[in-house]
T-cell receptor, first 118, second 118 residues
Framework: DTGVSQNPRHKITKRGQNVTFRCDPI?????LYWYRQTLGQGPEFLTY????????KSRLLSDRFSAERPKGSFSTLEIQRTEQGDSAMYLC????????????????FGPGTRLLVL | AQTVTQSQPEMSVQEAETVTLSCTYD???????LFWYKQPPSRQMILVIR??????QNATENRFSVNFQKAAKSFSLKISDSQLGDTAMYFC???????????????FGKGTLLTVNP
């Protein structure tokens, strides 16, 4: 079990550029979550997937944000036309889900991708 | 909507002593889970302890224990025999358990920065 991995760990971009982050969940975990964490705050929910289906999106997820999990394994989060307000840590988490091992309800987090928009 | 409040932005404790971190939450739900997560300076979020709301017995994990008061909507974390490695940001989190018994998003508090001094 290698844990949840995220790439890149750091990303610096200029305002207006597009960025894409990747999350690889723990194998056999059916559920995958994205959160955003700004300085001095707790993580805020963005969206989650059950296998390849995106089941919920937060109103924080504007039209410039899109997330996919095409084969029910890894997920990508894309931000188009980045703004300075998008600067944050983007966290990915996974959980076993209905058919998984261990405790269904516990979410395991990756190290995050820190985004800085100049 | 659920809210989670951590009223102590920062706390400090001497090594080997005991410290209690406070958390209160507001919900109209009856079935839910509560978690404490630890986020060390490296920023990887790690689960410390979890509590099912339907269980009256307080959860314990080695040096970590909780005082769960459902009627008061209080969920404090006690760390005994504090160690230098306990220095981290601690987040209290709430998860609703829906009627299907499946996973749901986490709602986090703003966190408490705990420093363990030698």
């Amino acid at each position: 079990d290698t844990g949840v991995s995220q790439n890149p760990r750091h990303k610096i971009t200029k305002r207006g550029q597009n960025v894409t982050f990747r999350c690889d969940p723990i194998s056999e975990h059916n559920r995958l979550y994205w959160y955003r964490q700004t300085l001095g705050q707790g993580p805020e929910f963005l969206t989650y997937f059950q296998n390849e289906a995106q089941l919920e999106k937060s109103r924080l997820l504007s039209d410039r944000f899109s997330a996919e999990r095409p084969k029910g394994s890894f997920s990508t989060l894309e931000i188009q036309r980045t703004e300075q307000g998008d600067s944050a840590m983007y966290l990915c988490a996974s959980s076993p889900g209905l058919a998984g091992l261990g405790t269904q309800e516990t979410q395991y987090f990756g190290p995050g991708t820190r985004l800085l928009v100049l | 909507a659920q809210t989670v409040t951590q009223s102590q932005p920062e706390m400090s404790v001497q090594e080997a002593e005991t410290v209690t971190l406070s958390c209160t939450y507001d919900t109209s739900e009856n079935n839910y889970y509560l978690f404490w997560y630890k986020q060390p300076p490296s920023r990887q979020m790690i689960l410390v302890i979890r509590q099912e709301a339907y269980k009256q017995q307080n959860a314990t994990e080695n040096r970590f224990s909780v005082n769960f008061q459902k009627a008061a909507k209080s969920f404090s974390l006690k760390i005994s025999d504090s160690q230098l490695g306990d220095t981290a940001m601690y987040f209290c989190a709430f998860m609703k358990r829906d009627s299907g018994g499946s996973n749901y998003k986490l709602t986090f508090g703003k966190g408490t920065l705990l420093t363990v001094n030698p």
